[in-house]
């Protein structure tokens, strides 16, 4: 079975700073995508970012970049710069077959 | 704006009620897939259909059901509704035939109450 774990339940970070978020994942495929989605107090989910698992370059979308670590199953997002408004859950979620497999999700605080 | 379109956003509804909720995809896309989001079970896959036919089945329960029509909206008839099906339903939709090498966008979702 296919699942992503994300170990920090809740993360907090000023504004302008840097944080990042940790996801690992358990598969036996060698090719699938992984994606960060975020999902804001309007409760909509939005895509953050995308990678490839059989692309060696790490995916960035402006101040979000990931740290994609295949051997370790490892995909970590890191927000540069941070804005009050990135206040809002993110979930980690993998593909390798019909549908994601989400993660339980972190929770960040931009605060002032 | 995703472009997928989900109807309606908010629904009240007494236990052993059914609904139906419904889901318009972004244009192009063939795939529709269905999601539930409640405190306790986080964001679970239910079904997803391609160009109307069923295509995997996730934890879905045997008292949902859903359909994709020939004009690719696709509907999730939800039926004997306990308190515990009380949740956010998003519809996603995404362009081939699986998950798998596409990017799947989600609507708004539609708040599902049952007292």
């Known amino acids: 079975a296919q699942t992503v774990t994300q170990s920090q339940p809740e993360m907090s970070v000023q504004e302008a700073e840097t944080v990042t978020l940790s996801c690992t994942y358990d598969?036996?495929?060698?090719?699938?995508?992984l994606f960060w989605y975020k999902q804001p107090p309007s409760r909509q989910m939005i895509l953050v970012i995308r990678?490839?698992?059989?692309?060696?370059q790490n995916a960035t979308e402006n101040r979000f970049s990931v740290n994609f670590q295949k051997a370790a199953k490892s995909f970590s997002l890191k927000i540069s710069d941070s804005q009050l408004g990135d206040t809002a859950m993110y979930f980690c979620a993998f593909i390798s077959g019909y549908a994601l497999n989400f993660g339980k999700g972190t929770s960040l605080l931009v605060t002032p | 704006d995703s472009g997928v379109t989900q109807t309606p956003k908010h629904l009240i509804t007494a236990t052993g009620q059914r609904v139906t909720l419904r889901c318009s995809p972004r244009s192009g896309d063939l795939s529709v897939y269905w999601y539930q989001q409640s405190l306790d079970q986080g964001l679970q896959f239910l079904i997803q259909y391609y160009n109307g036919e069923e295509r995997a089945k996730g934890n879905i329960l045997e008292r949902f059901s859903a359909q994709q029509f020939p004009d690719l909206h696709s509907e999730l008839n939800l039926s004997s509704l306990e308190l515990g099906d009380s949740a956010l339903y998003f519809c996603?939709?995404?362009?081939?035939?699986?998950?798998?090498?596409?990017?799947?966008?989600f609507g708004e979702g539609s708040w599902l109450t049952v007292v």
């Open positions: 996603a939709s995404s362009v081939g035939r699986g998950a798998f090498g596409n990017t799947i966008y």
């Open positions: 598969t036996s495929e060698n090719n699938y995508y």
């Open positions: 990678q490839e698992a059989y692309k060696q």
